[in-house]
Each structure stands twice: as C-alpha cells, then as structure tokens.
C-alpha cells in the first residue's frame, strides 16, 4: 500500500519482499565486485563522507575536491560502471511512470554509525523524473524537508525492502538520513550467506536517477 507523504513524495513499504531483497543483493554483490565501493570525499574540503558508494548504469554520481558530478567510469578503477541489477530496474519501470530508463543507480553503504546530511538532488538535467530510493540492510530514520533549506522537516522510518518515489513537487525538496536503526526487522539477516557488502547493522540504499533530458516523443 503506498503512502503519500507529501506531494509526488510517495513511500511503499515492504515493496521488496524478503525473496526480492535477497536476490537485489545477490545482483549488487556481483555489480560490487565490478565496482567497489570508494570513500568520497566533500567538493574543495576533501573531507570523506560518512558513507562509501559505488554506482551502476552508464553513469555514476561521484564526489570529490573537484566537485560533485556524473560521470561514466569508476573514479578509482577507470572502469565504466556495471549494469543496474535487473531488480532495481524493474522497481523503475513498475513505480517512477517515467517514458525513459533511469540512467544513474547510486549506491550508498552505510555502517551503523553512518548518516547523510540534508541535501538536494538536484545534478539531473532530467527534473521531470523522479528519484527511486530502493533500501536493504538495517532501517534507518530518512529526514525530509521543503524546496529551502530551512523549511520545516518531518521524519520516516525506511525499512529494508521499502522504495521512495522522489518526484513531482517533491523532487527537489531536501532530504538526508538522521541515523541507521539498530537491527530489527532485516529480513536479509535471516538469511545466509549475508552479502559481504551489507554486514550486520549495515544499510544499502539504491537511488536510480535519469541524468540526461529526456527526449521529446518522436513526431508522428
Ligand atoms: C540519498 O539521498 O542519496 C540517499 C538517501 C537514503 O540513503 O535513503
Ligand atoms: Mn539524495
């Protein structure tokens, strides 16, 4: 059943089941071993983030002194990135009622005592698509704001196997997770072998994006 939390900001929970989470994870831990997870690191400061990341699709979502930015290799690797693990795909086509194919999958990894501050999404040329946030691992405290940084904020509890469209006149609103929650409902630790890249009180969270503008329907 979807929730609108707020306009074009409409949370499914448990959207993955179990079944589903396992085999999203099983896509990615092959996408990782292609594209291992980095530390990147705050535009000009060089200061790391809390959480590491990796990406799929043509491109990736990278962030270092010289800036934030999508690009269509690995920063560390050179390599191009991997494909977006079929799940992650699927959720796309059956819930951001989008005429084109995401383009970005940013993954973030979290560890227990990560978080991410408020920010925007906003390095999309394509602000006409929504964000598709798919999570796995431990839940977490997802913040959510206005258009301004300073506008009133509410929170979610985003469970594993939970997506969030990001769209419409919430697209550009801001948003950041307060803290990962201690584990409690992470179907994925019941299952074995648990992925490398989600131990214990670890969080995954996908965000597919489109990139570039979307084209205009062909003239008929
Ligand atoms: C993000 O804003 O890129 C990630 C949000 C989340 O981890 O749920
Ligand atoms: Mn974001």
Avoid: K
Wanted: proline share 12%.
């Amino acid at each position: 059943m979807a929730v609108a939390l707020a306009p074009g900001l409409i949370h499914h929970p448990g959207y993955l089941d179990g079944d589903a989470q396992a085999a999203l994870a099983g896509q990615l831990a092959a996408a990782l071993r292609l594209a291992p997870p980095y530390t990147p690191r705050m535009p000009r400061t060089g200061r790391p983030f809390s959480v590491r990341m990796t990406n799929c699709g043509p491109l990736g979502w990278v962030s270092d002194e010289a800036g934030y930015r999508y690009q269509p290799t690995h920063p560390e690797t050179g390599e191009p990135w991997p494909a977006i693990p079929g799940i992650a795909r699927a959720a796309w086509d059956a819930l951001a009622r989008c005429a084109a194919p995401p383009e970005a999958c940013l993954v973030n990894l979290y560890a227990p005592t990560a978080r991410m501050g408020l920010h925007q999404d906003r390095d999309e040329a394509a602000l006409d698509a929504p964000v598709l946030s798919l999570s796995l691992g431990a839940a977490a405290l997802f913040r959510y704001g206005g258009l301004r940084r300073g506008d009133p904020t509410r929170s979610v509890r985003l469970d594993p196997g939970d997506a969030l469209v990001i769209g419409g006149p919430s697209r550009l609103m801001h948003h950041g997770i307060d803290r990962v929650l201690p584990a409690g409902t992470d179907l994925l630790a019941a299952r074995a072998p648990r992925p490398a890249f989600l131990p214990a009180g670890g969080r995954c969270n996908l965000t597919l994006r489109r990139v570039t503008a979307i084209p205009a329907p062909a003239a008929a």
